[in-house]
């Protein structure tokens, strides 16, 4: 009976010791996973509007006509002339209107 335990009980301090570990060792985890969750959710918001973004060019590319072959730059300056002359077309229109109207 007097033989030692070959794994003799913790102590409390030691107790303690490993407590203060595991709560540390959760505490990283936790900011782990809490930095992943953020990364994943900052990855897929950029993936968003990217896929935005390239969504809108498509679509401009279509609206536009004989811009299908142009870089980005050349599409928002030919974007910018068609605006420009359907707007001359409006007011043409306009005025082909007004011109018709008196005429009745």
């Known amino acids: 009976m007097g033989a030692s335990s070959p794994n003799p ?4 301090l030691s107790l303690k010791g ?8 959760r505490r990283q985890w936790r900011k782990k996973r ?22 809108r060019v498509r679509t401009l590319r279509r609206l536009v006509p004989n811009t299908q072959s142009m870089g980005l730059d050349g599409l928002f300056t030919e974007t910018a002339g068609y605006i420009m002359r359907l707007q001359m077309r409006v007011e ?8 018709l109207s008196t005429c009745d």
């Open 9 to 12: 009980a913790p102590t409390a």
């Open 34 to 55: 809490i930095s992943m969750k953020r990364r994943a959710v900052l990855e897929g918001s950029r993936r968003f509007r990217s896929d935005g973004v390239s969504r």
């Open 18 to 25: 490993m407590v203060l570990q595991n709560k540390v060792k």
């Open 92 to 99: 043409v229109m306009k005025a082909m209107v007004d011109v």
